[in-house]
């Protein structure tokens, strides 16, 4: 079973600029998760989806971050413009389905730098 | 709002031997589910074991067990005969209700984490 995929592995942009992050959960996997990981600190979320509908996107600063998984499969993270501090990893991960004993399987992340 | 706290920021361990992480949290809510997450440095988040709040059995697998201290909202790994394959980051995450006011949503939260080191 292929696992949840991501891309690109690195990203290195000025600040201003935009940047865009894509995720292929596992096959069948309805519900979708993006995590930031900032150095030293745990995985935040930022948004949740269940299909294609948004679940929780209460830790999603909205005013330069945005993301949407058309079609309830691939989905892509944006943030424009972006500042020092969104240096971070930014996890993807996916789960069967929504709720209680859902084990949630993450891919290898996107390294972002912003200088 | 639920919050995880781990407080070794570091440990280490020799190889062979038995280690124990910690992991405190709080939250109000009955029906619950706490995880160990594991970050090697390939950044890929692995899964090491689960404990569903409403079993007062703790969770076992393999080398990895859970001291799990429900009044307490206490929530330790023990890795016993540590290899060396267990370098890593180690998280403690809590899946409950989320804040969000909208739907019945579940949230995962996370702990700063513990990295482990196993030396030779």
């Known amino acids: 079973e292929a696992g949840v995929a991501q891309s690109p592995r690195y990203k290195i942009i000025e600040k201003r600029q935009s940047v865009a992050f894509w995720c292929n959960p596992i096959?069948?996997?309805?519900?979708l998760y993006w995590y930031q990981q900032i150095l030293g600190q745990g995985p935040k979320l930022l948004i949740q989806f269940q299909n294609n509908g948004v679940v929780d996107d209460s830790q999603l600063p909205k005013d330069r971050f945005s993301a949407e998984r058309l079609k309830g499969v691939d989905s892509t993270l944006k943030i424009q413009p972006a500042k020092l501090e969104d240096s971070a990893v930014y996890l993807c991960a996916s789960s069967l389905v929504y709720g209680f004993n859902t084990e949630a399987f993450f891919g290898q992340g996107t390294r972002l730098t912003v200088v | 709002a639920q919050t995880v706290t781990q407080s070794q920021p570091e440990m280490s361990v020799q190889e062979a031997e038995t280690v124990t992480l910690s992991c405190t949290y709080d939250t109000s809510e009955n029906n619950y589910y706490l995880f160990w997450y594991k970050q090697p440095p390939s950044r890929q988040m692995i899964l090491v074991i689960r404990?569903?709040?409403?079993?007062?059995q703790n969770a076992t697998e393999n080398r990895f067990s859970v001291n799990f201290q429900k009044a307490a909202k206490s929530f330790s790994l023990k890795i016993s005969d540590s290899q060396l394959g267990d370098t890593a980051m180690y998280f403690c995450a809590f899946l409950g209700p989320g804040t969000y006011s909208g739907a019945g949503s579940y949230q995962l939260t996370f702990g700063k984490g513990t990295k482990l080191s196993v030396i030779p």
């Open positions: 404990q569903e709040a409403y079993k007062q």
């Open positions: 096959s069948g996997h309805a519900t």
